[in-house]
């Protein structure tokens, strides 16, 4: 039984079932795989701090080289902490109104909700390479500070990756370490990130519509996603499951998204060269493979957002590239002095009207 509106353990078990077994790989290789993770993730601290100018202490947040179950795991928990405040307001107002079901109606919808939760995160276990998670929280050792975040490195989809495209196996390991430490580095050394981040999220929940009817409507826009995706249009979730408050939320969060993806990208592109020898060709052969996929494939990942989040690694990079070239990296560095200088959605496909808000 459930008093939640998703049964988080059901998700987890579904997503467990659902999950697809990474590629094969003997158990010596497999541990020097992790191993290799986990020391790209240590070299990379170094170069990134020096490149970008942040600096945060040195493993501030813990490193987690996990499979894909091991990654679902970590979603599920971080999922149940971010959804909470949602799900507790949308029971709030069915109960104020009468319309809170009974204990099995509650115990059959946490079920059928845990389910889809569990197979979207299946879907995506098997695309992610590696996660910081922002949300995450641990006790600070010995009574210190709490830990905030955690960055994760998903090694069956790393090597799963690698022999996709047929690069050096050690360059690539490095390159997306690359890429996941400047998100740790971007989170802990920019001492407001997190709870920026956090509090978006929760203007979010405040503006969720927690009328039946009003969600009913949000459904009804959501079942014609298909029919849109197969004329040719773009089409989210994230889209349609909006009101007007929302989507201006939303707006922020894909302007600091595409900020953060697109910085990574950058610093991957400059720090690259010095450190992983193949990375040009990396480099290349992998966005190549962004784009590619079949049509159920780029359905859900259309459905969940994923295209999104590939636009923001596009776009986010074009904007950093776009404001260093007019105003120097020190220009730039303004982004990470106070949550009022971070770029919108719509500075982030103008850079210029950034530089003419923030520098004059």
Known sequence: MTDSMIDWDFALTTAS?????????ASAEADQVVAELREGAARSEGPVREFTGLSAESATAPVLVVDRPGWVAANVSSFEVVLRPMLEKVQESARAKGQSPGRLGR??????????VGAA????????????????????????????GRLLLVAPNVVHVERELGVDTHDFRLWVCLHEETHRVQFTAVPWMRAH??????????????????????????SKAAGRFVRGERVSLMDVLQNDRQREIIGQVTGV?????????????????????????IRRRFDKRRQGGGLLDRFVRQVLGLDAKIRQYRDGAAFVRAVEK?????????????????PSAEEIEKPDQWVARVHG
């Not at 079932?17 to 790989?25: H, L, Q, S």
């Open 17 to 25: 079932r659902m999950t697809k077994p990474g590629p094969e790989i």
């Open 107 to 116: 115990t059959i919808g946490a079920r059928v909700t845990g389910a889809e």
């Open 121 to 148: 995160l299946a879907f995506m276990s098997t695309k992610v390479l590696g996660q910081f998670d922002p949300f995450f929280t641990a006790p600070g050792p010995e009574g210190g500070l709490p830990v905030g």
């Open 197 to 222: 981040v956090q509090g978006l999220v929760d203007q979010l929940v405040d503006a969720t519509d927690t009328d039946p009817e009003g969600i009913s409507r949000s459904l009804g826009e959501a």
């Open 257 to 281: 998204m595409s900020l953060l993806e697109g910085h990574a990208d950058v610093v991957m592109d400059g720090v690259g060269p010095s450190v992983i020898p193949s990375v040009r060709q």
């Open 326 to 342: 007019s105003v120097g990296r020190e220009g730039f560095d303004a982004v990470w002095s106070s949550p009022d200088n971070l």
